[in-house]
């Protein structure tokens, strides 16, 4: 069974300060993609990762794909109370089109 | 350009009812994923349909639980003869393609409530 761990699962910190969350699996992954969720919404995808070592960034979040591509981190700097929710990574495996989801990360930004 | 639309957000049945949950894809997109979040957990995959066809199910229960995507209309999950461990957050996902692209973008859920 695929598995995809975040750490950490918590993170409450104020305004401003820099965070950085990890997905780690011991599987190998075609994609790998980043969603936030809001309390009762869905998830929205924030970026996609397609290539070992690829870094993308998204204004103050910068994502990247592990060279081995098992493994992705998310860092925001300066966070905002907007940012507060929980991130969700999610892998794509060869020959297969279903998400395999992460454990999660629930962050709370404080003004 | 609308995004993926469920329906209805919120369900309330009794136990032993049947459950059904709609889903219409983004403009474009022809495939569609269901995945179901209980509480206070991840995401987890049930099934995948392209247009009248279900080509994974791997993550539906074996019994009670049916999906469909008909040629013309939602794609619908159904559930028979609801049991409390079926509450749920249930979400709809999307893509326009397949292949290490394939982007899916979801819905706002169906939240699934038994008593």
């Known amino acids: 069974t695929q598995l995809l761990e975040q750490s950490p699962q918590f993170l409450s910190i104020q305004e401003g300060e820099n965070l950085t969350v990890y997905c780690n699996s011991s599987s190998v992954f075609s994609s790998l993609q980043w969603y936030r969720q809001e309390p009762g919404e869905g998830p929205v995808l924030l970026v996609t990762v397609v290539t070992g070592g690829e870094v993308k960034k998204l204004k103050r979040l910068t994502f990247q794909f592990g060279d081995a591509r098992k493994d992705s981190s998310l860092h925001i700097t300066a966070a905002q109370p907007g940012d507060t929710g929980l991130y969700l990574c999610?892998?794509?495996?060869?020959?297969?089109?279903?998400?395999?989801f992460g454990t999660g990360t629930r962050l709370q930004v404080f003004p | 350009n609308a995004g993926v639309m469920q329906n209805p957000r919120h369900l309330v049945r009794r136990r032993g009812q049947e459950a059904r949950l709609r889903c219409s894809p983004m403009k474009g997109h022809s495939h569609v994923y269901w995945y179901r979040q209980l509480p206070e957990e991840g995401l987890k995959f049930m099934v995948y349909?392209?247009?009248?066809?279900?080509?994974?199910e791997s993550g539906m229960p074996k019994e009670r639980f049916s999906a469909e995507f008909p040629k013309e209309g939602p794609s619908i999950l159904r559930i028979q003869q609801v049991v409390r461990g079926d509450s749920a957050a249930y979400f709809c996902a999307s893509s326009p393609r397949t292949g290490e692209h394939n982007e899916q973008f979801f819905g706002p859920g169906t939240r699934l409530t038994v008593l």
């Open positions: 349909l392209q247009k009248e066809n279900i080509i994974d």
């Open positions: 999610a892998g794509r495996s060869y020959n297969t089109d279903k998400l395999i």
